[in-house]
C-alpha cells in the first residue's frame, strides 16, 4: 500500500520501519527535513498536500497547534485524492478531532482516529494498543497496517472525538496513579518504612499492573529520564479538564493533580520523565512537628 | 498450637477453619456472643484477657475505638502469660499501634502487627497478602500461622506501625483508583464513549490490575454491593490523612478523595461498597452547555 | 464629545444616559436591533466599524467570543479614524486583550482597557470603581467620561492586560469568598448555630465589606435572583485558571472553587445568582452518622 | 467581683489589667509560676481547682490538650463551689466543649464558652468581639465582664459548642481569605501587575474589611512577624476539618488551605504570621513557558 507520513519524530521512526519491511511505499513530509534524514527507504514529500495523494496518509504531529497549522490549512487537504484515508495517530482535544473532522468531510476524505497506548520502544515491536475510532469501513480498510503497528485494536465508536477522549483519560489516569504512587510512598517513608519496599508491596500486590510498575520503580530510583516528558503531561491532562468543562464536568482529582504537575513544571522539571511530579515533597529540616493535632481530640 | 481469638467478625470465620483443619487448637471471645454461634470446634472464652493466656492471640476487632476498648484496657493484658505472641490484624491507626507497643511492652509480650490484603473470601482459601511488622523472633514463631493463611508474607520493619501505614497507604491508593477510575469513566461517557467499553480498555492495558480491574466492574455495572463498605473505607482514607498530619505531610489527592466519599456518605450510601463513591456525577437535565468558554480561547 | 457605544445590554443602558446627560453625543450598535429600542437619545449605526468614526468608542460586549466576532474582523478596525480611543469594558482574557492591543496597533489608534466593579444599578448611579490600563495619555483624554461613570478610577499599568487580570482575579476572589462563606456557615449550621446569626457576626466583624455581606444575605436567604449569573461567574474563574495555567501557575484553592461551581451549574443553577453555588450541601436524611472517626485517635 | 484566672498567657495578660481597674479581685493559677511574676495586683493560686472557689472562672489555656490535662482532671472541678461560673475563652474543638459540658454538669456549676475575635492589642482595649454560648442566666450575669472586655457580646446559642464552632469556623474563613489572596496577588503579579497597587484595590473596593486588609498589607510587605502563629492556625483548621467531618461534611476549599498551610509548616515557616503561607509559590528560573496548551483550543 502507499502510506504518506506526516511528522517523523520518535514515534514516527518507530513506526516506518515495520511498514516498509512488510512491503509498504512510505513516502513522508517533515517540517524539518534534517529529521528525516536517516530514514532509509522513504521518498521525502514536498507538502503535507503531497501525502493526501496516497492511499493512505499517517500523521503523527506534536500537538492540537501542529495540526491546526499543518493540517486545517485550506491547501493541506483541498486537493486530497478521495480514495484517501487518513489515521490521526496524535493525542489531540477531542474539540480538535471535531474540527478535523469537519474538514475531511468537506474534502471527501476518511478520517480515523487513531492514537496509541505505548512509547516508541512498544511501537517499535509492534505492540502498541491502537485506540481507533471513526468509520467502521475506513477502519477494515486499514486493518492490516494496525496490525503490524499493535498487538491489539481497541475500536472504541465511529466518532472520531470517542478515540481522543479515551486516549486523553487514559493519560489522565496515568497522572493520578503516579500522584496516588508519590502520596502514599512518602507517608509510608514519613513512619520508616522503606519506599522500595512499599511500592514493591503495592505493585506486586494490588497494583501488579505495568503503569504503576513503571512510575513506581522511578519514584523508587528516583531516576526521571528519559521517558514521556512531564511539560507534555501537562499539556494532556489540560486536554482532560478542558474536554471535562466543555460537558460542565468536574474532576477534582485531576484539579489535584494539574496543581502539582505545574508546580513541578514550574520549577524547572518540564523536560523530565512525568513521575517526577510524585516526589515534589518537602522534608522538613528539623525534626519537631510543629503541629500533632490529631491528638488533641 | 494454642490459638486465641479476639473478634469473630467475618474475617475471622474465614480464618478460624483453616486454623482448626491444620490442627491448631482455637478459643474465641466476641463481644456479641451469638455471633460466635456458628463457630465449629472453637472454645469460647469469657473474656479477652483468657486469650492472653494461650501461646498466640489473633485480633481482629474492627477500629481504632474496639481496640481501645476492649485491648488497652489494664484487665486485657496485665495478666498474659510472657510466652504469648500477639498478631494485632485490625486496620489502625500507628498512633494507637504506638500505644499498643507500649503497653505489650509493659506487659511483657511480644506484638506484631499484622493487617491483610484481602476480602473474607480470599482468607478463607489461604490467599491473603499479608503486611507483617514487628520482632522478627516473634513472626518467625508464627510463620507457619501466616502460612495457613497467606500466599505471601510481607515483612515490612521491625516496628509494629510500618505495618499500619502500609495498610493505611494501601487502602488510600485502592480509594484514589477509583477517584480515577470515576473521573476517566465518566469524561469518557460525556463524549459518547461506552463506559463498559473504555474501562475494558483501560483494566486490559494500563492496568491491568485486581483493584482496578475489580472495582472498574462494578462501575460499569452500577453494582456497588456487597464488597468493602463506603462507610469504613472513610474511616480508613482518614487515619491516612490524619497520619500525614501529624508528619506535617499534605496529600492533597486524598483530601480530593475523602471529600467526595464524605459527600457520598453523607447522601446515604455508606452501606454499599466503596467503589459507589466513584458515580457521584450529576447528569444534566437539559443538554445545552452554559459554558463552553474552553473555546473563547 | 462623539461617542460610538458598541454593545448595548444591561450595563450599557445603566451608562449611556449618564454620558447623554452630560453632553455627549452618543451612537450605538448592537448585534440585537431590538435591544436598542428605547435607547432614547442615541443615534443607531449600522455596523461596528461606524463606532470607530467618532472620537471614542466604548465597547461593552458579553465575551472573548463576541468580541473576537466583533471586533477583531478585519472590517472593524480597518477604516478607523486615527483619532479615536477605544475603551474596552468587558472582561476579557489576558490573551485575548495582547491580540486586540496588535489588532488596534495595526490600525494605529489607541486601546484603553477599563472592567468596572459595580453591577449596572451602581453603575446607573456613577458609581463604579474602574479599572483602567493602556496609554496613560490616552486614559488622561477620556479621564472625564470615567468621572461621570464610576467614582474612582484605578490606573494599573499602561498594559491593557493588566487591567483584565485585574478584573478577572478580583471575580476569582469573589468566588473564593462566597465558597468560604458556604463552607462555614454550613459547618456552623450542623452545629446547631443559625446560620443568619453566625453570617451577621463574620459580616459585622472580620468581613464587613460590601462583597460578604452582599452574598452572605443572598445564602441566608436562600434567595439567588437576580444577580451576577453562575454561568458567567464559571467562565470567569476559568479566565482566571487559564491565564494561570499560561503562566506555569497553580491555583488550588480556585480549582477547588471552580469545581463545586462547575457542579451547580451542571444540576442547572446557571442562571442564578452566583452565590448559589455556595449552597451545594447535602442534608443526611437520617441523622446517625457513620463515620465520627475523629474520635477514634 | 472574685474572678479566678486559669492561662496567663499574653491575652490573659491583656485582660487581667481591665479588670483589675474596674474593681474586680482577681487570682490566678498559671502552669508555669514565672509567667505571672509581672502582674501585679494579682494573688497567685496553688491549683485550677482553687480557681473555682470564686464567683467567676476565666481559663485562657492553649488548647485541647491544655484543657483536657488541667480542667478534665477530677481534681479540678470536684469541689467546685456550686455557685461558680466558669467562661472557658480557649477555642477549642466541639467535641471537647461537648466532654466539658458534662463535666460541668456533673460538677454542677455553670460553663459559658466565650471565644473572642481580636488579638491581644485589641484586648487590651476592651474592644474585643465576644462569642458567647451557654446559659442565658449565667451569661447574663457575667455580662459586666464582657462589656469590660468587649466592644460586643455576640449570642450564639444556649449550648457551648456553638461558640466554639463559630470561632473556628471564623478563624478557617480567614485562612480562605488569606489563600485568595495569595493567589489572586501571585497572578497579578504574572501578569506585570503591582501586589501593591492590586491589593490596595481589592482592599478598597469589594474587600474593605479588617481581615483582607491586615493580610493584604502583609502579602504586599512580605513581613510576616509578629502575628497569630501559622502553627496555631494550622491546628484551628484542623479542628474545623474534624469538626465537619464528625458531621459527614466535606470541606474542599478549606482542604486546600490546609494543604497549603501544612507544606509552609513543613518548610519551617510555623512560627510566622500565619498570612506567610500564602506566599508560598514558585518562581520559574528560566522565562520560557513550557505549557502554554490554554492556547491550543
Same mark, same amino acid.
Given at each position: ?104 468531510? %468537506? ?6 482516529? &487513531? ?5 516508541? *520502544?512498544?511501537? !517499535? $515491536? =509492534?505492540?502498541? #494498543? ?117 460537558? %460542565? ?6 484539579? &489535584? ?5 505545574? *508546580?513541578?513544571? !514550574? $520549577? =524547572?522539571?518540564? #523536560? ?26
Amino acid at each position: 500500500m502507499n502510506i504518506g507520513f506526516i511528522g517523523t519524530g520518535s514515534m514516527g521512526k518507530a513506526i516506518i520501519p515495520l511498514l516498509i519491511k512488510a512491503g509498504h511505499h512510505v513516502s513522508a513530509w517533515n517540517r524539518s527535513r534534517e529529521a528525516m534524514a536517516d530514514l532509509e527507504g522513504v521518498r521525502p514529500l514536498e507538502s503535507p498536500a503531497a501525502a493526501f495523494q496516497e492511499a493512505v496518509v499517517i500523521s503523527l504531529l506534536a500537538d492540537d497547534r501542529a495540526v491546526r497549522e499543518v493540517l486545517l490549512s485550506p491547501q493541506a487537504l483541498g486537493k486530497a485524492d478521495k480514495r484517501c484515508i487518513h489515521i490521526v495517530m496524535s493525542t489531540l482535544s477531542p474539540l480538535l478531532m471535531k474540527a478535523l473532522q469537519t474538514a475531511h468531510h %468537506d474534502a471527501g476524505i476518511a478520517l480515523i482516529a &487513531a492514537p496509541v497506548f505505548g512509547v516508541p *520502544a512498544v511501537a !517499535a $515491536r =509492534g505492540e502498541l #494498543n491502537i485506540l481507533a475510532a471513526g468509520s467502521q469501513a475506513a477502519i477494515a480498510t486499514v486493518q492490516p497496517i494496525f496490525d503490524l503497528l499493535g498487538k491489539k485494536t481497541w475500536f472504541l465508536g465511529d466518532q472520531p472525538d470517542q478515540a481522543c477522549i479515551a486516549k486523553i483519560a487514559g493519560n489522565m489516569m496515568i497522572t493520578q496513579a503516579i500522584q496516588s504512587l508519590g502520596e502514599a510512598s512518602v507517608l509510608a517513608e514519613r513512619y520508616g518504612l522503606s519506599p522500595a519496599v512499599f511500592i514493591e508491596l503495592m505493585t506486586q500486590t494490588l497494583f501488579a499492573s505495568p503503569s504503576y510498575q513503571r512510575y513506581g520503580q522511578n519514584i523508587v530510583a528516583g531516576t526521571f529520564e528519559p521517558g514521556f516528558k512531564l511539560s507534555l503531561g501537562l499539556k494532556d491532562i489540560n486536554l482532560a479538564i478542558d474536554a471535562a468543562r466543555l460537558k %460542565d464536568l468536574a474532576l477534582p482529582a485531576a484539579d &489535584a493533580v494539574r496543581s502539582k504537575m505545574t *508546580a513541578a513544571v !514550574a $520549577r =524547572g522539571l518540564g #523536560n523530565k520523565d512525568w513521575s517526577v511530579f510524585a516526589t515534589e515533597t518537602v522534608t522538613r529540616s528539623d525534626e519537631q512537628p510543629f503541629t500533632a493535632t490529631v491528638m488533641d481530640v
